[in-house]
Structures are given as structure tokens and as C-alpha cells.
């Protein structure tokens, strides 16, 4: 079994993009962010784009407020040369950057004022994974055009499963190209045409299921998007193959839990089948102690003879808390190693869990040292 030598992913300057994926929960955007401002201050020009991370996260990288432009981190040492910027993905807006850079104006304006077009802009399942996807696509185009970055640092968003992040683009691009808006379309034009009695009859059913006002925004909206059906299923295969070249790696973030490693196994897989570069796994949040020669038998049995002879009622607490935390450090054990002997050929590395959430430079530079102990 292999350790995870994540400086020398970092380091290598043929490494431009690297994606932290896994199941909700485990850490991925404190992992992103960790890594990229380690990254600047040993010399890499770095942009983190980062999707939800918590407020406080937010403030420490100077984020105060929704975002989608990259704005430079303050306080990041540069000596080496690096520079740190980061964004949060604004998921309306760069949709809407889509329709304004592929549409005219006048088409734009149509589709930007659809109540349908909002409601999918805002809120449909996959938008947020299909849109991370779009803004890792411009920022690798502005990245080799300006030079402005050399290394982009994607935090994948908080999914229900992880895989989503690799099926929302084929997801989205099936809908936007789908039966159901070319349905849509078709009393206009096409050969459907000569069918009007079954496409009537078809627009009839819906019209009762969506309601007469629904169904007509959304034939509004297919309308106006027709011209713009192609590009979203290009551009998804663009950026699939972009994920695919060895200049990309992916660090999967799990849990010392069942089911974020069950996630992590999935996902680990996934990439193997599609051809994409796993650098390894970081089993994040592993319970550890100060004291791992203290069994927690050893310590149950103490406490008991303290509270026993009546001495010490304080220790013997103390020694009980212990003995909790030692059982939770012998199952953390216990399931990552499991994970590791099935997966022997993925390189891992753990990071211990720590007492407080992360606040500022000085909580992710710990948890970098951290991931490259």
C-alpha cells in the first residue's frame, strides 16, 4: 500500500488541474482550499474554485459575499512566487454567461426573462455539477490564454452522491436535447408537422399535467433555446476530455465511515472505467489519540477502581472519555484499513481529525502540513 504524496502532485508543474471529489460531508472543500494555498506559497499561481464552503472558510480565503470572478487571497506568502486566488460558483450566473456568450442578444434576452429557464438555471437537479463543470472549462480557457494560473483547484459540489459530478453534464445536455422539448418544438416545425392530430393530443396531456401557463413557458423557452441545444452536449465532452489528459488528478475526500467509503470505492471505480487520473485517497477526519498505549479496556478498568474506592471522581471521568475516543480511534482503524486492503494500488493518506473547524490561512496551512505529512 502506497502513501499519498500530495507536495509532488502540487509540485509538478505538468499537474494543472486537480479535483477534490467524494460523498457530502467529508471534508472536500477545506481539502480544495488546503491545497491550494499550499500550492501558492511554494510558487504555484493558483485559482481555487470552490462550490458552498462554510462561511467562516469563506471569510478566511476573503470571501466574504457570492462570487463567481476569482479575487486574490490577501496574506498568502508570495516569496516563492505563488499567488492564490478563489470564487465561489455563482450557478445562475454562469449559466446565464453561457446563454449571453452563445446566443443573440435578442435570443438571450428571451431565454434570461423564461420562467422556466429560471426555475433551471436556479434549482434543477445537476445544474450546480453541470455548471461547475462550465466554469472549470472557462477558467482552463482564461488560464491558457493569459497565463494568469498555472494550477486550478476544483471543489466539487456537495452531491447527494458523488458520481453526480460526472453524470450532470450527460444528464443536462439529454434533457436540453431531449424528446420531451423537441416534442415541444415540433407543432412548429420538422416532420411531426404532418402529425398534428397525435402532437395535439400529446400537448393536450400535458397541458393538463403542467398547466396551460407552464407548458407554454416551456415551449417558449425550447423555442429561444433551440439554436444553443448542440453546444451544451460539446462543451460537457470538451471538459469530460479535459478531465481525462495527465495533466488533471483527482484526490478523492472520504470519512473513516461506511458509507463515504462505500462513496469513495464507487467513485475510485468510476474513474478507473472512464480513463481519468486518480492521484489517490485522503481519508480525512481519522480519529487519533495522545495516548494510543492506553487500551480502552485498560482505561474502563482503572476508572472502575476509582469510582469503586471513592478516590478520584474526576479521573475517573477522564479515563471513561478516553476510553470512548479509543474505541472510535480502533474503528476509524479498523475501516480504513479495510478500505486500503481493497484497494491496494490507490495511494491513501490520513488526516487526523482536529478539535475546531477551519477559520483562517493559519487552520489551512495546518491541515496542508496535514495532508502531506
Given at each position: 500500500?502506497?502513501?499519498?504524496?500530495?507536495?509532488?502532485?502540487?509540485?509538478?508543474?505538468?499537474?494543472?488541474?486537480?479535483?477534490t471529489?467524494?460523498?457530502?460531508?467529508?471534508?472536500?472543500?477545506?481539502?480544495?482550499?488546503?491545497?491550494g494555498?499550499?500550492?501558492?506559497?511554494?510558487g504555484?499561481?493558483?485559482?481555487?474554485?470552490?462550490?458552498?464552503?462554510?462561511?467562516?472558510?469563506?471569510?478566511?480565503l476573503?470571501?466574504?459575499?457570492?462570487?463567481?470572478?476569482?479575487?486574490?487571497?490577501?496574506?498568502?506568502?508570495t516569496?516563492?512566487?505563488?499567488?492564490?486566488?478563489?470564487?465561489?460558483?455563482?450557478?445562475?450566473?454562469?449559466?446565464?454567461?453561457?446563454?449571453?456568450?452563445?446566443?443573440?442578444?435578442?435570443?438571450?434576452?428571451?431565454?434570461?426573462?423564461?420562467?422556466?429557464?429560471?426555475?433551471?438555471?436556479?434549482?434543477?437537479?445537476?445544474?450546480?455539477?453541470?455548471?461547475?463543470?462550465?466554469?472549470?472549462?472557462?477558467?482552463?480557457?482564461?488560464?491558457?490564454?493569459?497565463?494568469?494560473?498555472?494550477?486550478?483547484?476544483?471543489?466539487?459540489?456537495?452531491s447527494?452522491?458523488?458520481?453526480?459530478?460526472?453524470?450532470?453534464?450527460?444528464r443536462?445536455?439529454s434533457?436540453?436535447?431531449?424528446?420531451?422539448?423537441?416534442?415541444?418544438?415540433?407543432p412548429?416545425?420538422?416532420?411531426?408537422?404532418?402529425?398534428?392530430?397525435?402532437?395535439?393530443?400529446?400537448?393536450?396531456?400535458?397541458?393538463?399535467?403542467?398547466?396551460?401557463?407552464?407548458?407554454?413557458?416551456?415551449?417558449?423557452?425550447?423555442?429561444?433555446?433551440?439554436?444553443?441545444?448542440?453546444?451544451?452536449?460539446?462543451?460537457?465532452?470538451?471538459?469530460?476530455?479535459?478531465?481525462?489528459?495527465?495533466?488533471?488528478?483527482?484526490?478523492?475526500?472520504?470519512a473513516?465511515?461506511?458509507?463515504?467509503?462505500?462513496?469513495?470505492?464507487?467513485?475510485?471505480?468510476?474513474?478507473?472505467?472512464?480513463?481519468?487520473?486518480?492521484?489517490?485517497?485522503?481519508?480525512?477526519?481519522?480519529?487519533?489519540?495522545?495516548?494510543?498505549?492506553?487500551?480502552?479496556?485498560?482505561?474502563?478498568?482503572?476508572?472502575?477502581?476509582?469510582?469503586?474506592?471513592?478516590?478520584?471522581?474526576?479521573?475517573?471521568?477522564?479515563?471513561?472519555?478516553?476510553?470512548d475516543?479509543?474505541?472510535?480511534?480502533?474503528?476509524?482503524?479498523?475501516?480504513?484499513?479495510?478500505?486500503?486492503?481493497?484497494?491496494?494500488?490507490?495511494?491513501?493518506?490520513?488526516?487526523?481529525?482536529?478539535?475546531?473547524?477551519?477559520?483562517?490561512?493559519?487552520?489551512?496551512?495546518?491541515?496542508?502540513?496535514?495532508?502531506?505529512?
Amino acid at each position: 500500500m502506497t502513501a499519498l504524496d500530495l507536495d509532488a502532485v502540487i509540485d509538478d508543474p505538468a499537474t494543472r488541474i486537480v479535483v477534490t471529489c467524494g460523498a457530502g460531508g467529508v471534508g472536500k472543500t477545506t481539502t480544495a482550499a488546503a491545497l491550494g494555498l499550499r500550492a501558492a506559497e511554494r510558487g504555484r499561481k493558483v485559482v481555487v474554485l470552490t462550490i458552498d464552503p462554510a462561511r467562516r472558510l469563506a471569510q478566511s480565503l476573503g470571501l466574504t459575499e457570492l462570487d463567481n470572478t476569482p479575487r486574490a487571497v490577501t496574506d498568502v506568502d508570495t516569496a516563492n512566487g505563488g499567488r492564490l486566488d478563489a470564487m465561489m460558483l455563482d450557478m445562475k450566473r454562469t449559466f446565464d454567461e453561457v446563454v449571453l456568450a452563445h446566443a443573440t442578444p435578442e435570443k438571450a434576452r428571451q431565454i434570461l426573462a423564461n420562467p422556466f429557464y429560471v426555475a433551471l438555471s436556479s434549482s434543477f437537479a445537476g445544474t450546480q455539477e453541470y455548471m461547475a463543470m462550465e466554469k472549470l472549462g472557462q477558467l482552463h480557457k482564461q488560464a491558457e490564454q493569459s497565463g494568469d494560473w498555472d494550477l486550478i483547484v476544483v471543489d466539487t459540489p456537495p452531491s447527494r452522491s458523488a458520481l453526480d459530478f460526472l453524470d450532470a453534464p450527460e444528464r443536462l445536455a439529454s434533457l436540453l436535447e431531449g424528446r420531451f422539448l423537441r416534442l415541444l418544438l415540433a407543432p412548429a416545425r420538422g416532420p411531426l408537422r404532418l402529425m398534428s392530430a397525435g402532437v395535439n393530443m400529446a400537448m393536450s396531456v400535458m397541458n393538463k399535467v403542467l398547466g396551460a401557463q407552464v407548458l407554454t413557458d416551456v415551449q417558449t423557452f425550447a423555442a429561444a433555446f433551440d439554436t444553443l441545444f448542440g453546444g451544451f452536449r460539446d462543451r460537457a465532452e470538451q471538459t469530460v476530455a479535459l478531465l481525462r489528459e495527465p495533466h488533471t488528478a483527482f484526490i478523492v475526500v472520504a470519512a473513516p465511515q461506511n458509507d463515504a467509503l462505500r462513496e469513495a470505492s464507487y467513485f475510485t471505480e468510476r474513474l478507473r472505467e472512464e480513463n481519468m487520473p486518480l492521484a489517490g485517497v485522503v481519508l480525512n477526519r481519522v480519529t487519533t489519540t495522545h495516548v494510543p498505549d492506553l487500551s480502552a479496556e485498560r482505561s474502563l478498568a482503572a476508572a472502575e477502581k476509582l469510582e469503586e474506592s471513592g478516590k478520584s471522581d474526576l479521573t475517573a471521568a477522564v479515563l471513561r472519555l478516553h476510553a470512548d475516543k479509543m474505541q472510535q480511534v480502533v474503528s476509524d482503524r479498523k475501516r480504513a484499513d479495510r478500505f486500503r486492503r481493497g484497494h491496494r494500488k490507490i495511494p491513501t493518506v490520513d488526516v487526523p481529525a482536529l478539535p475546531d473547524d477551519v477559520h483562517d490561512l493559519t487552520g489551512l496551512r495546518t491541515i496542508g502540513d496535514l495532508l502531506t505529512a
